[in-house]
């Protein structure tokens, strides 16, 4: 590569978006929302049309020795979905393009609309179409969403204010735990002389290996909000880790935030498979992503509402941007928070 040329890995993700869109300029009218929050907004009468896509790629977001055809399916519409509801919205349709190499058969591709499938059905939304290629590099699945929202109704990452109650819903690094274990046991099958009688070892864990498999969007807290009046001022959900997503909203909003250590939600299976791999809780918490937890800042006057509401954790406030983001750990100290969430990029190279 010549000396003037830029790694891809050095953007990251969201630094290579802002770098190929900034030449963009929204020329329609019913383009509401362009690039730069979980899903486009398009404006048609009293509706807001909301509209995402997401990529999925084997090798880089999904291993196939561990992860069941199905569950892959489900999966990958469902973090489409956490996108639609990340916008306060409600998802309506999704198109699926595939590309499938030719160790696939009809029957594989089968059990992966089986999960899509299943999705659909419990969300109530419409497969409406999609496309398939030929690919050389193995299975790579593309999903579009499209859901709706009441006209003024959807939230963005942009309207955190100063003093503002920052919330995440359900609790924080289940599904980098999830993964660590499927990992590791995938390594014990490669070096056990039983060869396919392997049976890994997951009892006690089900919880993680579900949040890892299997997420749910979480359309139970959007409702919950709703019945009780709370609108967000900002929304995104927790897919590349709690910092990253922090930091999202803060430059979005123009903020800085303060969080507590001790008030980051951690189920137990999270810290016990944390402590036997000898890893920090509070970082893999942080960190560690496709969690799809709902991560919401609410105006200060809203706390006894929102602190009655189950299964919804207040973690910090947001501050004046000139104080930074900083997490407050349980000695009192602040440690400034970075973005070592995932970035697929970043993986790539690897």
Not at 100 to 119: D, K, N, P, Q
Not at 213 to 228: F, G, H, S, T, Y
Not at 321 to 329: D, E, I, K, S, W
């Amino acid at each position: 590569m010549e000396n003037n040329q830029t790694e891809i890995s050095s953007l990251g993700e969201f630094g290579l978006i802002d770098r190929i869109t900034k030449d963009f300029p929204l020329r329609n009218e019913s383009s509401k929302k362009g690039v730069g929050d979980d899903a486009a907004v398009l404006n048609f009468g009293d509706k807001e049309v909301l509209v995402t896509t997401d990529l999925l790629l084997e090798g880089i977001h999904f291993d196939l020795r561990y992860v069941p055809l199905k569950h892959l399916g489900y999966k990958s519409a469902i973090v489409n979905f956490s996108d639609i509801y990340a916008m306060n919205g409600t998802p309506k349709q999704i198109t699926v393009s595939l590309g499938v190499s030719s160790r696939f058969t009809v029957e594989h591709i089968e059990e992966l609309y089986a999960g899509i499938r299943l999705a659909c059905e419990i969300y109530g939304v419409d497969l409406v179409g999609g496309d398939t290629s030929a690919s050389v590099t193995g299975l790579v699945i593309s999903v579009t969403c499209i859901g709706e929202s009441e006209k003024g109704e959807t939230v963005f990452r942009s309207g955190a204010k100063p003093t503002d109650l920052i919330c995440v819903s359900g609790d924080l690094g289940a599904a980098y735990m999830g993964l660590q274990l499927l990992e590791r046991e995938n390594q014990v099958a490669a070096q056990s002389k039983e060869g396919k009688d392997f049976q890994p070892d997951f009892s006690g864990k089900e919880y993680i290996l579900e949040r890892q498999l299997k997420p749910e969007a979480r359309k139970d807290i959007v409702a919950m909000l709703k019945e009780n009046g709370i609108k967000p001022t900002s929304m995104m959900d927790v897919s590349d880790g709690l910092s990253s997503e922090l930091l999202h909203i803060c430059k979005a909003s123009d903020t800085g935030c303060r969080i507590y250590e001790d008030k980051i939600p951690i189920d137990y299976q999270t810290a016990v498979m944390a402590e036997e791999l000898n890893m920090n809780l509070v970082m893999t918490a942080m960190n560690g992503g496709e969690d799809y937890e709902l991560l919401f800042t609410v105006p200060l006057t809203e706390h006894d509402k929102v602190e009655k509401l189950k299964g919804v954790s207040i973690i910090g406030y947001v501050t004046e941007p000139n104080l930074g983001a900083a997490m407050v750990t349980r000695d009192g100290n602040e440690i400034p928070i970075t973005a070592q969430g995932w970035n697929s990029l970043a993986a790539s190279q690897q």
